[in-house]
């Protein structure tokens, strides 16, 4: 499983109809993934960018931009 894998950004919408977004999502690996998507059971998958960081760390990076 290469990088494009790990640092694509995956979103979830929960079940029901309050439309609850679960965003901001990676995966190191499918059978993570699988796992996520059993849990969480997402009446939709959006399927984002792939970025050179993993998603998770892009937060950090967003944080210490904006940091004055």
Known sequence: M????????FNF???GDDEI???YLSFDTI???KHEILRV???KIDIGA???AKV?????HIQDAFTF
Do not use: H
């Open 50 to 52: 792939i970025f050179t």
């Open 41 to 43: 059971c997402p009446k």
């Open 31 to 33: 059978e993570e993934f």
């Open 2 to 9: 290469g990088k494009s894998f790990q640092n694509r950004e």
């Open 13 to 15: 919408v929960k079940p």
């Open 21 to 23: 977004y679960i965003r």
């Open 56 to 60: 998770i760390d892009l937060q950090y």
